[in-house]
């Protein structure tokens, strides 16, 4: 099929890109630029559906460019605000760093001074006669030494002052005994350095003898001990020697060597427990800028950040600071490896604990408290580290992760497929629940403690066991050193323990037919026994103790009445508040665990909001949840070791309880693992119905929970190997099946993404995320963008805009919107576009697979879309439609293969096609065309069979109605056929007239066609043309409907001549070009002197108004002014206003200037003489 036949062609008035069709097929393309902006949007006008579907899509268009500008608002004020934010957190550190600068400087200049004022003390001290002056009574001077040993920092001033007024000669020994016993705290310290420095600048027996008593402070040496008692009193005495070094009290050589001696002896002695780091991280802190050099990291990054010169403390030698840096660092090298030793203790107790709990189900109480101790050290020594780390400007240690531990969690979570960029807690919480509603239900209680008072619950929770205080404090003393020891010792073992527990219930859970259960059945009858026997105790001891009103039996009865009907999260949980609230009595929880026992066992819906209530009220309530469960476990044990095969429902009941209690963590992991190990052991009968329900219930929950999935996968292992062993019925063995894989669901291949150029996947985003009826402009301008000149993207654009069954049936319309604009530009993309649509659509009449249907549904209704919006003619969708009618059939009648009368999907695609563009063929040729198709198609119809399904029966007649309202359908196939000779009849005749072209007159479906073009194209020599815009595509139609035929032996090979002529370019053209362009230049030059002149006429006064107006100017005025009548408009009615305008002003003379010329004009034409003008 050539290309010009759904080309735009070589018509007049077409263009490239055409707009959708109007009402008729034809027009003549004239049509405003508004006019072809919106055609491309709206290709059916006339029906009125559609028109309604564009106003709500219009409307939808304004709330999405509505939202997205109040979102784009939204993140403008957003992006506002954070960038407010900023400047403000900007300027508040910018003023942080200046105060820093300020204090860092002040402090230096004031030690600088008070050091020089230290120094020359010597030769400033005052003579006896001045200390005779000041006051030597003992009272004073016995009560402001007594105040040395109190002294704060609150006390500066005052004791200033007083020592000022005291001559304390006689008691210097005294007042340095004081000092060296005093109680300092660090805050105090420069209240007492103040204080010394004033005794060392009056006395100068003060400062050695205060040396020597500060030093028998640290007489006793470094203790082994875990905390030891004189750890405030080395901080506070190593802080105050070293601030009076620095502030020159005492003399450098010795003050110095002995301040060394202190901090050596201290750090190399405890650099294994390291219990003195709060002295070295206080000596640091306070005095390490001075005596090391050292700033925190934080404030020199701050400084450094706006720019400000570091202050760096010159009252020390460097030789010294670099030697009391030394010292720091080593103790913190130190201390960075007793970080990693506890970091590794702690992952390892973690790990035993974590195993024990996927084993065992719970945690030995002993281990809980041991893994408690060993948190609490590794982050108080994580927290000083990472202080120290800071003040010494260095980097923290690296504390990997221990890498068993990431397997066991990257094993656990790894099974529940996580989800890329998800950390593996994220994905363990997602895969717990099977979507985000089960999650909410599960997880999202009330929290009745924030809505009732205390006093509702008070007696319900005073029952829970507290701790004595000394306990506590027994426990508080115990060892936090002895940890790593109990770790070390008890690894080996609790690995042990694990590995023989799951080995254990391996060996216990072993493949035996004949195995005997446990003699267990006894304790459990005693233990019911003793339950009811407890049950009727405390019954007696309520009716003894409280007999409630009928008041609250009635309201309570009531509560219980309405309790089956709360089936649903609000109902439940307003169900709880109000029991809490009201109805919260001891006899009433008594009766409410048995009436959530005693549900009915055929309601079983009502499971998982008793489970709420019960989990809600637990806070509360703590006695409701914890009898609920044993009850519900004891029940199902005994019905297990019942062993009779009766009251399924119960059993199915009492397991789905116990599955929705573990679920709301009522009920505990183990105690559920349990149940489901004694289920698994005896798998027979009614204990597989029970085995199936339970894990259908919480199963999966048990299985992906980390700390139970050890145990669980175990357990179903060996429910697996004992259905093969055991060849149960096929009933039983597909229940197994599938609660087997309902926890553990089998591993789903994943789809090998198919790697495309970037430029490929924006097409794709182009054509399948952002094409919507809002969005086809921006669709085209992103299209015309490409880089067309690349072979592959113009091939792939190609097959993008050809498989359109790839995108959604709705916006099929819309691709070919983008076709039809991009035509435009790039014509022969659009050309192969509709090339390999017609033949996709003729490959697929050729294979007639049923999983193409959507396939073929699709391109047939994009071809009417396009023929909509003019980029292929009516004679092509003809021929799809006569090829859907006959492609495949045989000439001798057997049934064809391709096309069996059995099969009514090609009747299914012809409403397709005519309902997608059908109603453009209304008038004209078209009307004909699709007329006589009709009929044909009515025979097709009738060489189905029949009855025709009721399905394809509707869609032929509301296609009918919508095309030919009026058209009766032929009764029988034999009117159907005789219609259709009559047309092949009349088709003979008439092409006797033109040129007939002798052929086989067998029936195929070039006659089919053939017949139905020859009828119309003989009508078409007596139609009247209706309307003058039809005239140019009817020609056009006409021409290539109305060409001659040949038969060459194929049937299904038909030849068109096209009724164009194609143009070749000769002399003669050229010629003719070049004379016609030389004399329009000559005209151009020959007018181009003229004058254009513009007829200058007055604007008439209207008739009614000259009456009562002089509407005429005269030609002779003596006055000085000249009337005029101004034309008002007010409302719909005209009124005219007198102006007077001077005689003398420019446009009275103009006026007059052209009145004179007209009437000197108009004497020369009545005398007969030739205009001047």
């Not at 008691?171 to 209240?191: H, L, N, P, R, S």
Request: hydrophobic fraction near 35%; charged fraction near 30%.
């Amino acid at each position: 099929m050539s290309s010009s036949e759904y080309r735009t062609g070589s018509g007049k008035g077409r263009s490239r890109g055409r707009p959708p069709r109007w009402k008729k097929d034809g027009g003549n393309g004239k049509r405003s630029e508004e006019g072809k902006e919106d055609s491309r949007r709206d290709c059916t006008e006339s029906n009125k559906k559609e028109d309604e579907q564009n106003d709500n899509s219009t409307n939808v268009t304004q709330q999405e460019s509505e939202q997205t500008q109040t979102q784009t608002t939204e993140k403008d004020e957003c992006t506002e605000e954070d960038e407010r934010r900023k400047q403000e957190q900007t300027e508040e550190e910018r003023k942080q760093a200046e105060e820093l600068m300020r204090e860092l400087q002040q402090r230096i200049d004031e030690r600088r001074a008070m050091r020089k004022k230290n120094l020359a003390a010597k030769e400033l001290r005052p003579n006896e006669d001045f200390l005779r002056k000041l006051d030597s009574s003992v009272k004073k001077n016995n009560t402001y030494v007594k105040k040395l040993k109190t002294m704060t920092e609150q006390q500066r001033d005052a004791l200033t002052r007083e020592f000022n007024s005291l001559n304390l000669v006689r008691y210097v020994e005294e007042a340095v005994t004081a000092i060296g016993q005093a109680k300092f705290k660090m805050a105090d310290i420069g209240c007492a350095v103040q204080i010394c420095c004033l005794f060392h600048q009056r006395y100068a027996q003060f400062s050695q003898a205060l040396l020597k008593e500060l030093e028998k402070v640290f007489c006793d040496g470094v203790s082994k001990e875990e905390k030891p008692s004189h750890l405030s009193t080395y901080r506070t005495v190593l802080r105050l020697i070293a601030e009076l070094c620095i502030c020159g009290v005492f003399a450098e050589s010795e003050s110095f060597s002995l301040l060394h001696k202190l901090l050596n002896t201290i750090i190399n002695g405890d650099k294994e427990n390291h219990n003195y780091l709060t002295v070295v991280m206080s000596f640091a802190r306070h005095c390490g800028e001075d005596l090391a050099g050292l700033l925190p990291r934080k404030q020199r990054e701050i400084l450094l950040k706006y720019g400000f010169e570091v202050p760096v403390s010159d009252l020390v030698d460097s030789g010294q600071q670099a030697a009391f840096c030394k010292l720091v660092r080593d103790y913190y090298d130190s201390l960075a490896q007793h970080l990693e030793k506890e970091h590794k203790a702690l992952q390892k107790i973690e790990r035993r604990n974590r195993r024990a709990m996927q084993t065992r189900g719970e945690v030995r109480q002993e281990d809980e408290e041991e893994a408690e101790r060993a948190q609490k050290s590794y982050e108080k020594l994580f927290s000083s580290t990472s202080t120290l780390a800071d003040i010494l400007d260095v980097d923290m240690p690296d504390l990997p992760e221990d890498e068993s531990l990431q397997k066991d969690e990257a094993v656990l979570v790894g099974l529940f497929s996580p989800k890329e960029g998800e950390s593996l807690e994220e994905a363990a919480a997602n895969a717990l629940w099977e979507d985000e509603d089960t999650r909410t239900f599960y997880e999202n209680l009330i929290d009745l403690k924030a809505v009732i008072p205390g006093i509702l619950f008070k007696e319900s929770d005073g029952g829970e066991a507290q701790p004595e205080p000394e306990e506590k404090q027994e426990k508080a003393e115990v060892p936090e050193n002895k940890q790593t020891d109990n770790s070390n010792e008890s690894k080996d073992q609790g690995k042990g323990d694990e590995e023989a527990e799951v080995k254990a219930m391996m060996e216990e859970l072993s493949v035996a037919e004949d195995e005997d259960l446990p003699p267990l059945e006894g304790e459990i009858m005693e233990a019911i026994a003793s339950d009811q026997a407890a049950k009727d105790d405390t019954s007696t001891e309520m009716a003894a103790v409280a007999t409630p009103s009928l008041a609250a039996l009635s309201l309570f009865d009531e509560w219980l009445l309405r309790l089956p009907t709360c089936i649903n999260r609000e109902f439940i949980d307003k169900a709880a508040t109000e029991f809490c609230m009201q109805l919260n009595t001891k006899g009433n929880r008594k009766k409410l665990v048995k009436a959530l026992l005693n549900v009915n066992r055929n309601r079983l819906d009502l499971l998982p909001f008793y489970s709420r209530l019960v989990a809600t009220l637990n806070p509360c309530l703590p006695d409701v949840g914890p009898e609920l469960v044993e009850s519900v476990v004891k029940e199902m044990k005994w019905l297990v070791y019942k062993k009779d095969q009766t009251n399924v429902e119960t059993k199915i009941k009492v397991v789905r309880f116990i599955g929705e209690l573990t679920k709301f963590s009522v009920c505990s992991k183990s105690d559920t693992i349990q149940c489901l190990k004694i289920l698994v052991k005896d798998l027979r009968h009614h204990s597989i119905d029970m085995v199936c329900h339970l894990l259908e219930t919480c199963g999966r929950f048990l299985f992906r929970s980390p700390d139970s999935h050890v145990r669980t996968r175990v357990l179903l292992e060996t429910m697996m190997r004992k259905k093969v062993a055991m060849h149960l019925d096929s009933r039983y063995a597909t229940m197994l099946e599938n609660a087997y894989y309902d926890c553990n669901p089998p591993e789903v291949q994943k789809m090998v993404r198919k790697e495309r150029p970037p430029i490929h996947e924006y097409i794709r985003k182009l054509l399948y995320k952002d094409l919507n009826k809002s969005s086809v402009d921006r669709v085209i301008n992103q299209f015309r963008k490409l880089p067309w000149d690349d072979i592959s993207v113009r091939d792939y654009c190609v097959k993008s805009l050809t498989r359109v069954w790839t995108v959604k049936y709705s916006n099929i319309r819309c691709v070919a919107d983008v076709v039809s604009g991009l035509a435009e530009y790039q014509e022969e993309v659009a050309l192969q576009v509709v090339d390999a649509l017609l033949e996709d659509i003729r490959i697929m009449m050729e294979v007639n697979l049923g999983r193409y249907n959507q396939r073929r549904i699709s391109a047939i209704h994009y071809l009417g879309e396009l023929y909509n919006y003019r980029m292929v003619e009516s004679s092509v969708v003809f021929r799809i439609l006569y090829t859907l009618l006959a492609f495949g059939h045989n000439s001798d009648g057997s049934p064809s293969r391709l096309d069996p009368p059995s099969s009514y999907f090609r009747v299914r695609l012809v409403c397709v096609l005519l309902d997608t563009c059908g109603h453009y063929f209304s008038r004209g040729l078209t009307k004909k065309k699709l007329d006589v198709f009709l009929v044909y198609f009515q025979c097709y119809l009738w060489g189905k069979e029949q009855p025709l399904p009721i399905e394809i029966e509707f869609l032929v007649h509301d296609l009918l109605e919508i095309l030919r309202p009026k058209l009766s359908l032929f009764e029988t196939d034999k009117e159907a056929y005789e219609a259709a000779a009559q047309l092949e009849a009349e088709f003979k005749s008439k092409l006797d007239h033109i040129k007939p072209i002798v052929g086989d007159s067998s029936p195929s479906q070039a006659q089919q066609e053939a017949a139905a073009r020859g009828s119309v194209s003989g009508e078409e020599e007596d139609e009247d043309e209706e309307d003058e815009e039809n005239d140019e595509d009817a020609a056009g139609e006409d021409e290539h409907s109305a060409g001659t035929m040949s038969d060459t032996g194929d049937e299904d090979e038909v030849h068109f001549l096209s009724g164009s002529h194609k143009h070749v370019p000769s002399a003669e053209d050229d010629a003719f070009l070049a004379a016609f362009d030389k004399m329009m230049t000559d005209t151009i030059q020959s007018r181009r002197g003229e004058t254009v002149k513009v007829s200058a006429v007055d604007i008439p006064v209207p008739m009614h108004m000259r009456r009562s107006t002089a509407a005429s100017m005269p030609y002779n005025s003596s006055g000085t002014t000249v009337n005029f009548s101004l034309v008002l408009k007010k409302g719909h009615k005209q009124q005219i206003r007198e102006i007077a305008v001077p005689a003398d002003s420019n446009l009275v003379a103009s006026i007059r200037n052209k009145q004179q010329v007209g009437q000197f004009c108009a004497i020369r034409w009545l005398h007969g003489m030739p205009s001047l003008l």
